[in-house]
């Protein structure tokens, strides 16, 4: 079994402390907090114009998606609790990410299970082992990540998932009680344009986003490869770090989760004289599979 590390005091003084300040979790994440506030205007900008309809519901369907997708790096920082250092802050602004295309889903279930894999990436106890399978599958099983978690969550209830649970079951009966009123209220059409199908878009995108593409081709668990059971992407920066949230750093992000997203690439540059030697798995440009380097 290999552990695989980075050996920190190979960094010069200057660096080390750039590196601290990098993977530290901010009093307050400036960008994340910018993020949110362009993700819920958008969001509310197009329930209220598809309401009140001066906003075509194709056009509402398309913002939420695209909006509901970003908002996953809010959710996901604040899982980590790299959004900010008070914690009931932190949590409020991740929870409020997360209704936007999973309002039954509580920060904390989601927070249980993303650790999970965390722990135990690539391996029979990854939750997010569930994702992968045959190419046919792949889109219906990111569709519905939703599904699939609580099958598996059901499947492996403990005392801290119970309460984790239970958590999210007040917010579903809360979002059974919404979605029944804006359907009683004539509202159904609306519904499933502004909040369905946008949420199984980003289900989509995400699942390949970032469940999918950072860990192929899935044969290495974490456990026995620490560097080896990620991607590093590397290649047309200016483009896909954007495009996949900085998730195309994503080895940084399991090598040092309170990292904010938006630090991965420049936390990458910083050590990866010392990550060249040790096993890695690089996608290069808009490769699925990586190329492997050998220690």
């Not at 059901?154 to 119970?162: A, E, G, I, T």
Request: a positive charge; charged letters at 15%.
């Amino acid at each position: 079994m290999r552990h695989n590390v980075v050996d920190l005091n190979l960094l010069s003084p200057q660096d080390q402390l750039r590196f601290k300040s990098l993977t530290a979790t901010p009093g307050l994440s400036w960008p994340v907090l910018l993020l949110w506030l362009l993700v819920l205007g958008a969001y509310v900008m197009s329930w209220v114009g598809g309401l009140a309809g001066w906003l075509p519901l194709w056009a509402g369907m398309l913002i939420n998606s695209v909006a509901g997708y970003y908002a996953f790096s809010i959710a996901h920082d604040s899982i980590h609790r790299a959004v900010s250092r008070n914690t009931r802050l932190n949590d409020a602004i991740g929870q409020s990410a997360i209704m936007l295309g999973a309002p039954y889903v509580s920060l904390s279930l989601f927070r249980w299970a993303h650790i999970l894999h965390h722990r135990f990436a690539n391996s029979a106890r990854d939750p997010d082992w569930i994702l992968h399978g045959p190419a046919w599958s792949l889109p219906w099983r990111w569709m519905f990540i939703d599904v699939l978690y609580l099958r598996h969550t059901l499947k492996n209830l403990d005392p801290v998932s119970r309460r984790h649970l239970r958590a999210s079951m007040r917010w579903a009966l809360g979002s059974l009680v919404l979605f029944t009123a804006l359907i009683a209220s004539g509202y159904g059409w609306h519904l499933l344009m502004l909040w369905l199908i946008p949420s199984r878009v980003l289900f989509v995108t995400l699942g390949f986003a970032f469940f999918w593409l950072p860990h192929v081709p899935h044969d290495t668990a974490q456990a026995d490869n620490l560097t080896r059971a990620t991607t590093v992407r590397l290649g047309h920066e200016w483009i896909l770090s954007p495009l996949l949230q900085w998730q195309n750093y994503h080895l940084i992000h399991h090598l040092w989760p309170t990292t904010p997203f938006y630090n991965n690439r420049r936390v990458w540059r910083l050590v990866e004289g010392e990550l060249r030697q040790q096993d890695l798995s690089i996608q290069h440009g808009l490769a699925l599979y990586p190329t492997r380097q050998e220690a």
